[in-house]
């Protein structure tokens, strides 16, 4: 069943604008997946800072689980804006959109390292740019039902 709008008009009634009908178009598949994959990546990486807190030696444990904590609590992020994306939500881009560029920095600090962690930095800045690039699309742009700038009106000329 529907859920209720203030209105009246249960959720089955209301219309499906023309931008967001038919099958979902594959950029918003991928981006969608991107920003899934990210945040899984940080869910992984909180559970490793828990488990790391609670096996390494106790002075760092409080830092360590906050820091676990903190990082499984960011995940959430990505993962509700690749619902979502999937869901077709318009409101959706702007979380999916500030999740990349809040990875940039963290790609190019990643960059800056003299270790293995180089690696890694390439590939989030790789995921990163090609996530952003994916969202604003104009085919992801219509599927989500966003309009442009001057056109988000009713005001026709």
């Given amino acids: 069943m529907g859920g209720r709008y203030p209105s009246g008009v249960t959720s089955e009634q209301t219309p499906v604008p023309e931008e967001t009908a038919g099958p979902r178009p594959r950029r918003l598949i991928y981006a969608?997946?991107?920003?899934?994959?990210?945040?899984?990546?940080?869910?992984?990486?909180?559970?490793?800072?828990?488990?790391?807190?609670?096996?390494?030696?106790?002075?760092?444990?409080?830092?360590?689980?906050?820091?676990?904590?903190?990082?499984?609590?960011?995940?959430?992020?990505?993962?509700?804006?690749?619902?979502?994306?999937?869901?077709?939500?318009?409101?959706?881009?702007?979380?999916?959109?500030?999740?990349?560029?809040?990875?940039?920095?963290?790609?190019?600090?990643l960059l800056q390292a003299d270790s293995v962690a180089i690696p890694a930095g390439i590939v989030l800045a790789v995921v990163a740019v090609t996530a952003l690039v994916l969202l604003v699309n104009a085919e992801t742009t219509r599927a989500l039902g966003i309009r442009g700038p001057g056109n988000a009106g009713g005001a026709e000329k």
């Fill in 32 to 109: 969608a997946a991107l920003a899934a994959l990210e945040g899984l990546a940080l869910v992984v990486g909180g559970v490793w800072m828990l488990v790391a807190a609670f096996t390494g030696d106790s002075d760092n444990r409080q830092t360590g689980v906050t820091g676990g904590i903190t990082v499984i609590a960011l995940a959430l992020l990505p993962l509700l804006a690749a619902r979502g994306l999937l869901a077709r939500r318009s409101w959706s881009r702007g979380p999916a959109v500030i999740t990349q560029i809040l990875a940039l920095p963290v790609a190019y600090n």
